[in-house]
């Protein structure tokens, strides 16, 4: 799985847009990129993911490069529940592979 | 409640000790994987099954080992427990090869 690269930690106001980027330059043709977070010890919560065209759910946007080489997650109104640590993974999505966690950007949102 | 049930939620035990660890997957997900979290490390990937069979082996060591049984519950066996054994452990489960992993809550392990 390819390589990711995030900030180690960001703030953002609450209310405010959160954009989190990541770097993924080694991404290859079939790999995903997924977003998770993680609250506090709890167990990590998947929010989304893409391989080629932005996304949006409920909970957040991801746009993807051109090049895909790098991705950012927005949350477009950030709550106070919105702290966390959230990861950027990239892998391929069939056979049977595992999510490699880096050590994520923590997000901290101010009031 | 994530679908994804994790028992016990804690357990201290000594070293030395044996534990079980046991987690349901959501219903209708035949994959479950085994994460293990602590301070200094991060979440680390131990090992993955599917529909009852050893499919993938992350940074297990031999001290553990994990099964999955026909109704697809499964369970991480920890012996000859150290300090070091103390962290979180997580499991997950997933639908399909392109969807998301849900997690449980974890099971707190602390060795004494």
């Known amino acids: 799985d390819a390589k990711t690269t995030q900030p180690p930690s960001m703030d953002c106001a609450e209310g405010r847009a959160a954009n989190l980027p990541c770097n993924h330059s080694?991404?290859?043709?079939?790999?995903?990129v997924y977003w998770y977070r993680q609250i506090h010890s709890q167990g990590p919560q998947y929010i989304i993911h893409?391989?080629?065209n932005n996304e949006t759910n409920e909970m957040a946007s991801l746009i993807i490069t051109e090049d895909r080489k790098s991705s950012t997650l927005i949350l477009p109104h950030a709550t106070l529940r919105d702290t966390a640590v959230y990861y950027c993974?990239?892998?391929?999505?069939?056979?049977?592979?595992?999510?490699?966690f880096g050590t994520g950007t923590r997000l901290t949102v101010i009031p | 409640d994530s679908g994804v049930t994790q028992t016990p939620k804690h357990l201290i035990t000594a070293t030395g000790q044996r534990v079980t660890l046991r987690c349901s997957p959501r219903?209708?997900?035949?994959?479950v994987y085994w994460y293990q979290q602590s301070l200094d490390q991060g979440l680390q990937f131990l090992i993955q099954?599917?529909?009852?069979?050893?499919?993938a082996k992350g940074n297990i060591l031999e001290r553990f080992s994990a099964q999955q049984f026909p109704d697809l519950h499964s369970e991480l066996n920890l012996s000859s427990l150290e300090l070091g054994d103390s962290a979180l452990y997580f499991c997950?489960?997933?639908?399909?090869?392109?969807?998301?992993?849900?997690f449980g809550s974890g099971t707190r392990l602390t060795v004494v």
């Open positions: 997950a489960s997933r639908t399909g090869v392109n969807d998301g992993y849900t």
């Open positions: 080694t991404i290859s043709g079939n790999e995903y």
């Open positions: 893409g391989l080629k």
């Open positions: 993974i990239v892998r391929v999505g069939t056979g049977a592979n595992n999510l490699f």
């Open positions: 219903s209708g997900d035949l994959s």
């Open positions: 099954y599917y529909n009852g069979e050893e499919r």
